[in-house]
């Protein structure tokens, strides 16, 4: 009988193989969406069939229940968020998921939402939602049938939400983005009435493409993101993507005349990229080297983009630099415009386009209604005029169209239920791991205002990167704040850049 140490070994080269599949298959990905010719599409898609059900096969290995089986309870089991521990439990989570999905509903779930992106696609460009509709129907219908086949507490969502947020239950997250949505709407309400307005138009004059391609990068760079272990490169929609332990890629794209779109969305690609990039390598593949949930994700980005990059201290480093470079744009200009520009509040149709405040809006909506959908209370025939309804009612306006609506986002076609929430998610993570660095480091203000980021990289490194899945997300939080999630960090955030912003 051999030994425990040598069935941890066991599982991990298998598992750490796995994970080079993966990787290979992120890098088809990755070319896809950056270099790769159109023609070249097809046999794309054959390459990365054959490699997902490769994975797939990998991942439901009997195997790998034989070696778990032996490994749970034993002494690399026991310290609880230990790497070998966290190993075993994780991994035992993934493979009795894998194994509860009947091979029929995965063959019919892929199916149906390759052809419900493909149909999604068309209805969007034609606004037509009833030609997506009996799509969407199945796609809901084979997602419910999926939650059943998996098991959940409370309710089938749960099942899905785990997906993308592990071990999150949908009563507490509802009960967390109802009371942002109490609070948040009758700020953004006051935000939006305020006499006093930015001037946006300042940020839509002429910027160079070469010139913000030269100064996102500096910036990139000088947060942190080693552009030895990654890439920056364009793309229509932008993404980051772990290649590798050091190989990290982000992307983002340019518009002469929008500011905002490439730089942010650098800061943005560059917070997930720093994530990537500290996590600890020699446990590449396995779960302490992996992240720990889209939420925490999406935290580090919205951290460096919004908490650090829309700050009034940041600005006081990179303005004159932005001058500087910008002197077409920016000559004349005060750094209380800019700052105010840059932090524009206004209710719009579009998610992707949403400001900081109004964003959070965007992704209750959609909870509210998938939640709604999957327990059958909204009929998905009733879906256009339900989005509507909401949109009056949180936002105040309402689309012309269904393309501009309820067809705007690509995620119900692939059917990705359960995943919006992580975006808000990662609002809110944000805001929290921001207060306590904040507190830690003893006023990180006056390091922005410096120029100085190591020492908020070294924090997020050491409270949150470096433990990959070793804890929850709702263990992390607890372990590093001293508290459960809540709204108030992010509302306190908002009100305290706005309120002065707004009220002069
Ligand atoms: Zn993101």
Redesign the pocket.
């Known amino acids: 009988m051999s030994s425990i140490h040598t069935i941890y070994e066991e599982l991990c080269t298998f598992v750490r193989q796995t994970a080079m599949i993966e990787s290979i298959q992120e890098l088809l990905g990755w070319d896809e969406r950056t270099m790769m010719p159109p023609a070249a599409g097809e046999y794309r898609a054959e390459q990365m069939t054959y490699l997902a059900g490769w994975v797939h096969q990998r991942r439901t290995d009997p195997r790998l229940g034989g070696w778990l089986n032996e490994l749970t309870g034993s002494s690399l089991d026991s310290d609880a968020h230990s790497p070998s521990a966290a190993t075993i439990r994780e991994l035992r989570r993934d493979y009795e998921k894998s194994c509860k999905l009947p091979q029929s509903l995965v063959e019919q779930l892929t199916r149906a939402c390759v052809l419900g992106q493909q149909i999604w696609t068309q209805a969007r460009k034609d606004n037509d939602f009833r030609s997506f509709q009996p799509h969407l129907q199945q796609i809901f219908r084979l997602k419910l049938q999926q939650a059943e086949a998996i098991g959940y507490q409370d309710q089938p969502y749960d099942a899905l939400l785990d997906d993308f947020e592990p071990h999150a239950r949908t009563a507490d997250v509802a009960d967390v983005l109802t009371g942002l949505k109490d609070q948040l709407t009758p700020l953004v309400a006051t935000l939006v009435d305020s006499p006093r307005q930015p001037d946006a138009s300042l940020l839509q004059r002429r910027y160079p493409i070469a010139d913000q391609q030269a100064f996102g990068r500096q910036v990139a760079e000088s947060i942190g993101f080693d552009f030895q272990r990654g890439r920056l490169d364009v793309t229509a929609h932008p993404f980051c993507a772990g290649l590798g332990p050091h190989d990290c890629r982000i992307t983002t794209r340019y518009h002469e005349h929008e500011f905002p779109m490439a730089f942010f969305g650098i800061l943005?690609e560059a917070g997930?990229g720093l994530y990537d990039q500290g996590l600890p390598p020699e446990h590449y593949g396995l779960p302490p080297g992996s992240y720990l949930s889209l939420g925490i994700h999406?935290s580090q980005?919205r951290l460096w983009e919004n908490a650090v990059g829309r700050s009034r201290s940041f600005w006081q480093h990179y303005f004159p630099h932005a001058q500087q470079r910008f002197p077409e744009a920016l000559s004349g200009v005060v750094l209380d415009d800019f700052h105010f520009a840059v932090n524009q509040v206004r209710p719009s149709l579009i998610r992707v386009e949403a400001d900081e405040a109004t964003y959070n809006l965007h992704i209750i909506i959609r909870f509210e209604l998938e939640l709604a959908l999957l327990t059958g209370d909204l009929p998905v025939g009733d879906l256009p005029g339900a989005w509507r309804e909401k949109y009056r009612e949180t936002l105040g306006i309402e689309p012309p169209d269904d393309a501009d609506g309820v067809l705007q986002d690509i995620h119900w076609s692939a059917g990705l239920i359960g995943y919006f929430p992580t975006y808000t998610l990662g609002n809110l993570y944000a805001a929290q791991f921001y207060h306590q660095a904040d507190t830690d480091l003893g006023g990180i203000e006056d390091m922005l205002a410096r120029g100085e980021f190591a020492p908020l990289l070294e924090w997020l490194r050491r409270h949150i990167h470096a433990k990959g899945r070793c804890y929850s997300a709702a263990e992390l939080v607890v372990d590093v704040t001293g508290r459960s999630l809540a709204s108030q960090p992010l509302l306190d955030q908002l009100r305290g850049k706005y309120l002065p912003l707004y009220q002069g």
């Open positions: 943005h997930h999406e980005s």
